[in-house]
C-alpha cells in the first residue's frame, strides 16, 4: 500500500507520517529532507540555491549528505531547500528514488507537496495536511524555542508565509491538494487526534478497495 502524504510547512505531516507508517508496517520517507540534502550540499559548497545548474549538479551527488544531519532541520536548510524546489530538473533527478521507495515491498508513506499529484499520482490512499499559517507558525516557534534558538514567533510566520508563497506558487509541481486527496485540517487538533481523523480516512479506503 502506498500512501501519499502532503501539505504545507509545519501542518504536522511528518510526524503524522511517520506515526501512519509504524501502524501500518510500511516505510517512511521524507521526500523534504531530500530538497533539503540538495539546499545543505549547495550552502555548504557556498553556492547559490536558485542557480540552477550548481543545483542540478548538487541533486546528482545528494548521496554525499546524510540524511540524518541535524542541519537538515534548520531554517537556512529549509529556504535553501524552497529554492531548489522550484527548479525542474532537480525535481525529475530525485525522482527515481522516490518512485523506487514507494513501489518496494511492503509499501510506503511517503510526505511531500507532490506526492498525490506527481509521484505517486496513483496512491490509494490521499491525505492533504494543513493547518492555519497563525497555528504553524506558532507550533514551528515552539519547536525552534526547544532547541534553543533565538528567533521571534513573527519571523517564523513571515518565513513560513513567504515558503507557502514559493511552494504554492512556482510553476514546476506546486503544492496543490490532489483531486482525490482527503483534507485533513489540524488547525484545531493536536497529533493524538489527527492520527485518529487520518486511520479512520485509511481504514476506510482499504476497506472500499
Ligand atoms: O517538508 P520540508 O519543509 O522538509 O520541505 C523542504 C522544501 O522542499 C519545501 O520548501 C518544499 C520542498 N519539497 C517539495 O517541493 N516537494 C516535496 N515532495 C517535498 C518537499
Given at each position: 500500500?502506498i ?10 505531516k ?31 559548497r557556498g ?12 541533486a546528482a ?13 534548520n ?12 527548479i ?5 533527478a ?13 509499501g510506503?508513506v ?7 499529484t ?11 495536511v494543513?493547518a492555519?499559517?497563525e497555528?504553524?507558525a506558532q507550533?514551528?516557534?515552539e ?5 534553543g534558538?533565538?528567533?521571534t514567533y513573527e519571523?517564523?510566520?513571515?518565513d513560513l508565509k513567504?515558503?507557502?508563497e ?6 514546476n ?12 485540517d489540524?488547525?484545531?487538533?493536536d497529533?493524538?487526534?489527527?492520527l485518529?481523523?487520518?486511520?479512520q ?9
Amino acid at each position: 500500500m502506498i500512501i501519499a502524504v502532503d501539505g504545507p510547512v509545519a501542518a504536522g505531516k511528518g510526524t503524522l507520517a511517520r506515526r501512519i507508517a509504524d501502524i501500518y508496517g510500511l516505510k517512511y520517507l521524507d521526500t523534504g529532507a531530500l530538497y533539503r540534502a540538495v539546499g545543505l550540499l549547495l550552502l555548504k559548497r557556498g553556492e547559490d540555491p536558485a542557480n540552477e545548474q550548481k543545483a542540478v549538479q548538487a541533486a546528482a551527488d545528494v548521496g554525499e549528505i546524510d540524511l540524518t544531519d541535524p542541519a537538515l532541520r534548520n531554517e537556512e536548510t529549509g529556504n535553501a531547500a524552497s529554492k531548489v524546489a522550484a527548479i525542474q530538473p532537480v525535481r525529475d533527478a530525485l525522482l527515481e528514488y522516490q518512485r523506487n521507495v514507494a513501489k518496494a515491498k511492503p509499501g510506503a508513506v511517503l510526505d511531500g507537496r507532490d506526492i498525490g499529484t506527481v509521484v505517486c499520482p496513483d496512491a490509494p490512499v490521499k491525505l492533504f495536511v494543513t493547518a492555519s499559517a497563525e497555528v504553524r507558525a506558532q507550533r514551528r516557534f515552539e519547536e525552534l524555542k526547544a532547541k534553543g534558538q533565538n528567533i521571534t514567533y513573527e519571523a517564523v510566520l513571515s518565513d513560513l508565509k513567504e515558503r507557502d508563497e514559493r511552494d504554492m506558487g512556482r510553476k514546476n509541481a506546486p503544492l496543490t491538494q490532489a483531486a482525490d486527496a482527503h483534507l485533513l485540517d489540524t488547525t484545531k487538533l493536536d497529533i493524538e487526534a489527527a492520527l485518529k481523523a487520518a486511520c479512520q480516512i485509511i481504514d476506510a479506503s482499504k476497506d472500499a478497495s
